[in-house]
T-cell receptor, first 116, second 115 residues
Framework: NAGVTQTPKFRILKIGQSMTLQCTQDMNHNYMYWYRQDPGMGLKLIYY???????DKGEVPNGYNVSRSTTEDFPLRLELAAPSQTSVYFC???????????????FGPGTRLTVL | AQSVTQLDSQVPVFEEAPVELRCNYS??????LFWYVQYPNQGLQLLLKYLSGSTLVKGINGFEAEFNKSQTSFHLRKPSVHISDTAEYFC?????????????FGTGTKLQVIP
C-alpha cells in the first residue's frame, strides 16, 4: 500500500512552458485534492474532486486544470507556466463513510516546482 | 465561513521542555479539528483529530490537544519535546457532513527544538 504518490519530485520550467503533475492513490479514496504551499501561507486548495468525473475549483484555481478519469489518478495541468506558480504542490486524498480514517487527508510527498 | 488562526509562526523550545502550539478557529457550526505535522521535505501527516466525544485527544508521538468550545481553541501540547519533533505543525478545521466539506488549514507553526 503506497498511499499517495506524486511525480516528479522536482521540476524547473521556463515561463510559458506546460507540464502535468501526476498524483495516484491506492486507497480507493473518493476525494482527492491539489494544494500549493508557499512559505508562511499554509496550504491553498487549487482543485478538488469528489469522485471520478467530478472536479471543482478551490481557492486558487487560475492557471491550472485537472481531470479525474479514474478513482486512482488526479493529474494537475499547468498550461502556461508563470513565476507566480513557483511553489510546492501537494496532492492529498480522503475517504467518506464512517471508518476511523474518515475526513483524514493523506498527503503525497510533494512536487517542488520552479518557474524561471 | 470557517477560519483557523495559528498566531505563532515559530516556537523555539529546549529539548525535554514542554511545548504548547496555539490554534484558534472560527465557525458558525460544529467542527472537526485536526493537527498535521510536516517534517522537512515531506508531505503532511495526521498527528491527531477531534471529531466528537472527549475533548482531550491523544495523538502520535506523545502529543495531545484539547478542544475548548467556549474559547474556540484546539491547542497542541507535549510535556517533553525531542529533537525529532522539529517540524512544522498545521491546525485544520472542517465541518461534519456526509459528503465533501472544505478543509481550512492554518498558516503553520514551526517548532524548533534546541539541544
Amino acid at each position: 500500500n503506497a498511499g499517495v504518490t506524486q511525480t516528479p519530485k522536482f521540476r524547473i520550467l521556463k515561463i510559458g512552458q506546460s507540464m502535468t503533475l501526476q498524483c495516484t492513490q491506492d486507497m480507493n479514496h473518493n476525494y482527492m485534492y491539489w494544494y500549493r504551499q508557499d512559505p508562511g501561507m499554509g496550504l491553498k486548495l487549487i482543485y478538488y474532486s469528489v469522485g471520478a468525473g467530478i472536479t471543482d475549483k478551490g481557492e486558487v484555481p487560475n492557471g491550472y486544470n485537472v481531470s479525474r478519469s479514474t478513482t486512482e489518478d488526479f493529474p494537475l495541468r499547468l498550461e502556461l507556466a508563470a513565476p507566480s506558480q513557483t511553489s510546492v504542490y501537494f496532492c492529498a486524498s480522503s475517504t467518506a463513510g464512517t471508518s476511523d480514517s474518515r475526513d483524514t487527508q493523506y498527503f503525497g510527498p510533494g512536487t517542488r516546482l520552479t518557474v524561471l | 465561513a470557517q477560519s483557523v488562526t495559528q498566531l505563532d509562526s515559530q516556537v523555539p523550545v529546549f529539548e525535554e521542555a514542554p511545548v504548547e502550539l496555539r490554534c484558534n478557529y472560527s465557525s458558525s457550526v460544529s467542527v472537526y479539528l485536526f493537527w498535521y505535522v510536516q517534517y522537512p521535505n515531506q508531505g503532511l501527516q495526521l498527528l491527531l483529530k477531534y471529531l466528537s466525544g472527549s475533548t482531550l485527544v491523544k495523538g502520535i508521538n506523545g502529543f495531545e490537544a484539547e478542544f475548548n468550545k467556549s474559547q474556540t481553541s484546539f491547542h497542541l501540547r507535549k510535556p517533553s519535546v525531542h529533537i525529532s519533533d522539529t517540524a512544522e505543525y498545521f491546525c485544520a478545521v472542517t465541518h461534519p457532513s456526509g459528503g465533501y466539506q472544505k478543509v481550512t488549514f492554518g498558516t503553520g507553526t514551526k517548532l524548533q527544538v534546541i539541544p
